[in-house]
């Protein structure tokens, strides 16, 4: 048996950060930039208003107050989206709207508050001071500032700085396209009704969700019989236009492991026992020439999803140029519950807010913990991870949890 | 003004969860359950071998050791996906793999580890005890259980439960459809180049990445101008197949406030000061018969962005049935800064863990914080929000954190 540590080590030197791609603006939000975003613009563009008001020489109003207002002429309004460039003189003003450009000969805006909103000529009852209300052309951005950095995740602020500096297609590391295959003859579609012996293909509809979940293009192939042909040809399907190919079933110790058999003959994809409960048998290795990365997961549900969080999703992050490892959250063990000797844990469980100030956790076990039981599988929020050396957890004992559904979602 | 409790209140009262609708299964991850979901099948549909070895009655195992084997004539291999009924008698055994219907007459399941894996006759060197390695029918889900209630989060382990018990449709609360209308005739589409006065509608593809994230799918309008006929004529292609709206700029005291004079008239929208910063100027109302939320958004970036977290996402996540408030984190602010008296501060911050444990996070300001800065705005993890009862924060101080960015992301 080799360790999570090793497999997983295997895997992250194994797989790659995928190559640039130009995406259009809204389509590259969640994948991270591939290139330092220098602006060939100022921010403001241009020196502009930041309030409803008027523009006015500071020195012309120093000394108005209520009691002693100054009365100005106006020369006009000028709304924010004018193209024109308006000038003004000692002791003249211009009606102005936020982001306007400020007149030539303007240096501050008297807010229309401030004011007795006059068309023709304005009574002005307070002071401002000079650069008052006004946002200096390239305040915020100079022409030639790096303004996001490689590597930087694209969110919607990300992509409003990258519109406002002109862009509207950007190079990002794009999400690995993923192929989910599930192999085994007992297999139906959902919606299909079972006969003897016959089991839905859960796993290839969880599988695809999960690869969803984590922010990936996915297709899904469904039912692939367990004879080595068909598999073959399944695997020729599925390497098209693939990034990444995980597979569920097929790779125990039977008979009938087709998905063992067919890749294990490939000569690049290696099959272990890894020490970890649920979750032993793992293959991993690439194909295409070592471009495609292949995860076969086991058969059991509750294997196949942990060996997904595991496993495929640090490596489908690390493609796409994202930290491979997800944050992780400490809680405190709810009660008493054993782990096997020499294997690492991965508990479900339930989360539930603790104490009065409700920001610890307890991490109590959800339901049946058997590697085929959907039940506690679908109510847990997270998986508590139990070191291998570890063979029972006490109630109070820390324990670091790996999120299964956002925090948000648990009561 | 009226604080932000009495705005996001009467948000709340206002917007409805909306009616269910049915989807395909995977097309109903990320929403929410409108249904409890009763298993019309047993899980499993059959008892099944919980490994690949021979199915045996423990009785005639029950001495078997290595020094004294037991062997036992092998009727044949039951394959998973075997839909034929096998039966045995006693002193027989069948070979048999993982998730393959146990044979009538057989009550255990010897892994074939512990034997020497015959073909016609299969020698066993342990006992096993009535009951190992078979998965009774039903065990985990009888006929007629709920495996899933209204309200449960469709994530990849909820799709598998469901697909397990048959589903391959599903009756979820929907996102609702918002609409991201700009107005402005200052705005240019991005990668134009900006003339004298002009200004990228960074605005508009914020809101619609944002309107993304939090999961709902949205359609942009850009460039409205800043006439009264034109927002009129938008609005009605704006409510068509929409579930929400919401507007950027236009709703200040300017004269060429369109969105505030057009939708004033309406009757049905109501414009108010927060007390907020930033973020001031806002607006809410519900249009087309009571049915469609209006969000008036101030033109400014930042408030516009703080606008959309604080008032826009929560109203979303109810319509789609989902909890409104975001978790928060708690951090401690890493330097001083002063926040306006009588408004609560939704200040920009930068997150970083502290402490050898790396457990407690540090909260300090994100670079410029002007409400039309989108630099800062960018590199901002998260949203301090400051009681509006304070004017300083010091220091140590404990302050409540609304992320803008997923956690993992945090160096």
């Known amino acids: 048996m080799i360790s999570i ?50 523009a006015v020489r500071a020195a012309d109003v120093s000394g108005a107050t209520g009691a002693a207002p100054v009365t100005l002429p106006v020369l006009g309004d000028i709304p924010a989206g004018s193209t024109e460039r308006h000038t003004m003189s000692a002791g003249e003003c211009w009606r102005i709207m936020t982001g306007a450009p400020l007149p030539g000969g303007a240096d501050a805006v008297v807010p229309v508050e401030l004011t007795d909103r006059g068309l023709e000529q304005v009574r002005i009852d307070a002071a401002v001071t000079a650069g008052r209300h006004v946002r200096p052309q390239g305040e915020d951005v100079a022409v030639g500032d790096v303004v996001l950095q490689a590597g930087t995740l694209l969110g919607p602020r990300q992509v409003a700085v990258l519109a406002a500096v002109g862009r509207d297609r950007v190079r990002v590391v794009p999400w690995p396209r993923v192929v989910v295959l599930s192999t085994g003859d007992e297999l139906i579609e959902p919606g299909q009704t079972p006969g003897f012996g016959q089991v ?24 692939v019989r367990d004879d080595d042909q068909s598999f073959r040809d399944a695997l020729a399907d599925a390497l098209e236009g693939a990034d990444a190919l995980v597979t569920t079933g097929g790779v125990s110790a039977g008979a009938y492991d087709t998905v063992k058999a067919v ?51 640090p490596a489908l ?95």
Chains 1, 2 share one sequence.
């Open 263 to 313: 890749l294990s003959r490939s000569g690049t994809v290696q099959f272990d026992q890894v020490a970890m409960q649920p979750g032993k048998p793992q293959g991993f290795g690439v194909l295409a020439d070592g471009r495609v990365p292949v995860f076969t997961l086991p058969g059991n549900p509750v294997s196949a999803l942990v060996s997904f969080e595991v496993f495929v999703a």
């Open 200 to 223: 839905v293909d859960s796993n290839g509809l969880m599988l695809t969700a999960a690869v969803a979940a984590v922010g990936a293009p996915v297709r899904r192939i469904g039912r």
């Open 5 to 54: 540590e090793e497999h997983l080590d295997r895997i992250l030197q194994a797989v790659h950060q995928l190559p640039p791609r130009e995406e259009e603006l809204l389509a590259g939000r969640g994948c991270v930039l591939a290139e330092d975003v220098a602006s060939p613009v100022a921010l403001p563009g241009f020196t502009n208003s930041a309030m409803d008001g008027y």
């Open 317 to 411: 992050r690390q493609m796409a140029g994202q930290p491979a490892e997800p944050p992780t959250l400490e809680a405190v063990a709810g009660h008493d519950w054993s782990s096997p000797e020499g294997r690492t844990q991965f508990a479900r469980v339930v989360l539930r807010r603790e104490g009065a100030d409700g920001v610890d956790w307890t991490a109590d076990l959800a339901g049946g913990q058997g590697s085929h039981v959907l039940g506690g599988l679908a109510a847990a929020h997270a998986l508590a991870v139990i070191p291998a050396e570890v063979t029972q957890v006490h109630a109070g004992d820390q324990v670091t949890c790996r999120l299964l559904t956002p925090l948000g979602t648990v009561a």
